[in-house]
């Protein structure tokens, strides 16, 4: 029904789909929930780092610094839902670091890859044994995500 054809005091439907995704960015009410987001994608990261790093010895000291992030990034994304003003400082200094330190770690992994035999001239064989390149990306994609939610308008 368009809005020449509908009746006169007669309601329309809720918005649904992506309709519904934008009111709630619109409105404020995204920001919340990205927030927990945020905390909830930094505690399964960190536990997938912690593992994988564990399983590599934990060789170099920098390997703890994205799991040590990771309670960081979610005490500070529990608070962003709670608190609009640790939303708008704790959450997007959490968040950054998260986003340096995946970032780093990509670095990290390429050079590690290129310190296997053969480097990157065998990278089929050494993309696949090596230190996945492309793990980093996704801790900072949790970072991302929290300062997204530090940047957007807060519901009232």
Do not use: C
């Amino acid at each position: 029904m368009t809005s020449l054809t509908r009746r006169p005091g007669a309601r329309s439907a809720p918005p649904s789909g992506i309709d519904r995704m934008v009111r709630n960015v619109r409105t404020g009410h995204f920001e919340r929930s990205l927030s927990a987001l945020t905390a909830a994608g930094a505690l399964v990261t960190a536990a997938e780092i912690f593992f994988e790093h564990d399983s590599a010895s934990f060789g170099n000291k920098m390997m703890w610094i994205p799991v040590a992030l990771g309670p960081v990034g979610a005490a500070a994304g529990v608070a962003g839902f709670f608190s609009r003003r640790l939303a708008k400082t704790a959450l997007p200094v959490a968040s950054a670091a998260i986003v340096a330190n995946g970032l780093q770690g990509t670095y990290l992994h390429a050079r590690g890859i290129a310190q296997k035999p053969g480097g990157w001239s065998n990278a089929r064989y050494n993309l696949e044994m090596g230190p996945p390149l492309l793990a980093p990306l996704l801790v900072t994609m949790v970072g991302g995500m929290g300062l997204l939610a530090a940047i957007l308008r807060r519901e009232q």
